[in-house]
């Protein structure tokens, strides 16, 4: 799948693959949520520079050609501002499933954007990778994240014990999971573009 032919939108938000463009763009966005990103990321540390952004771009490519990892930008559509990212990771397309990940800048939580983002992605993930199922395993204490989670629809499976570590700290953490059913699809419910 050739990454820079994807784009997403619900008329509000607009989700592509990140590029080379957009290296200071989501570095700024990640080192100004550095304290509301750290505690569930592992790597979002203080630490986080530039040069982990171009090595995160670099091996994109690489990852949407071998169908591990879907990741997008989010932007805002009338104005072009990163807004968070988002993405499927842990793609297995043997029992196609994978897990649906997403964060927002500081300055923009709370106004429904990785709810909407998380759809976008899913969407995707049925469409174009002929997935069944969405996961998404956020830590029990991840408020917001949990929020969001509820706010796309999916369904919550249950708490899972110690499922996390995160800066090597054993969490449990709560299944939610999306299927095309939760978009009144089936199996095949999009054409492949």
Same mark, same amino acid.
């Given at each position: 799948?050739?990454?820079r032919?994807?784009?997403?939108t619900?008329g509000?938000i607009?989700?592509? =693959? ?5 290296e200071? $763009?989501?570095?700024?966005a990640?080192?100004?949520? !550095?304290t509301d990103?750290? =505690?569930?990321l592992?790597?979002c540390?203080p630490e986080?520079?530039? #040069?982990?952004t171009?090595?995160?771009i670099?091996q994109? =490519?690489?990852?949407? &050609? &071998?169908g591990?990892?879907?990741s997008f #930008? *989010? ?6 501002r ?6 499927l990771s &842990? ?5 196609r499933?994978t897990? %649906?990940?997403?964060?927002?800048r500081?300055d923009? @939580?709370? /106004?429904?954007? #990785?709810? /909407?983002?998380?759809c976008? $992605? ?7 990778l002929?997935? *069944? @199922?969405?996961?998404m !395993? !956020?830590? *029990? @204490?991840?408020?917001?994240?949990l @929020?969001? $989670?509820?706010?796309?629809?999916a369904? /919550?499976?249950?708490v899972l014990?110690?499922? %996390?570590v ?7 953490a709560?299944m939610?999971?999306?299927? =095309?059913a939760?978009?009144? %699809?089936?199996?095949?419910?999009f054409?492949?573009?």
């Open positions: 799948m050739i990454m032919d994807i784009e997403l619900d509000d607009v989700l592509r =693959p990140p590029n080379h463009g957009d200071e $763009a989501v570095f700024k990640v080192r100004s949520s !550095i990103l750290s =505690p569930w592992v790597w540390s986080y520079c530039l #040069a982990d171009r090595s995160w670099n994109l =490519p690489g990852l949407w &050609q &071998q591990t990892d879907h #930008a *989010v932007f805002q559509q009338h104005d072009g990163l807004l968070e990212g988002c993405g &842990q793609v297995d397309l043997n029992f499933m897990n %649906l990940g997403y964060w927002v500081s923009q @939580r709370g /106004r429904g954007i #990785a709810a /909407r983002a998380a976008l $992605a899913a969407q995707f993930g049925f469409a174009r002929e997935l *069944v @199922r969405v996961e !395993i !956020i830590s *029990v @204490r991840n408020i917001p994240s @929020r969001a $989670a509820e706010k796309t629809g369904h /919550r499976e249950g014990r110690n499922r %996390l995160i800066h090597d700290k054993v969490q449990d709560v939610h999971s999306l299927t =095309p939760d978009f009144n %699809l089936g199996l095949r419910g054409s492949k573009v």
